[in-house]
Nanobody, 126 residues
């Protein structure tokens, strides 16, 4: 099975940028057709942020981050990235990456993913 490790979180002012990384070990990301990013703010549910499907080379985004965030995947480095620009205070959350064996299940549902990282904290100050 694969182990996922997120990094790149931190404290940033509103309008700033961060790039999150999710490194896979144990098994290559190429074995998982769908990779995604989710986030969870204190007291709230874990929400879908972005996903990438390798069988169609297609990216998907939550409406709240569309145009500001970009998901990408580098199989040579076994890493998935989430570039976050024009950050807002409401983006503050723990961000998790996830990998799924499926390319047919709904990519916005956390239940569709088989493996999760432990998360990295992103805090955006106003």
């Amino acid at each position: 099975q694969v182990q996922l490790l997120e990094s790149g979180g931190g404290l940033v002012q509103a309008g700033g940028s961060l790039r999150l990384s999710c490194a896979a070990s144990g098994r290559a990301f190429s074995n998982y057709p769908t990779v995604g990013w989710f986030r969870q703010a204190p007291g709230k549910e874990r929400d879908f942020v972005a996903a990438f499907r390798s069988n169609t080379d297609t990216t998907y985004y939550a409406d709240s981050v569309k145009g500001r965030f970009t998901i990408s995947r580098d199989n040579t480095k076994n890493t998935v990235y989430l570039q976050m620009n024009n950050l807002k205070p409401e983006d503050t959350a723990v961000y998790y990456c996830a990998a799924s064996y499926s390319y047919t299940l709904g990519y916005t549902a956390s239940s569709a993913y088989n493996y999760w990282g432990r998360g990295t904290q992103v805090t955006v100050s106003s």
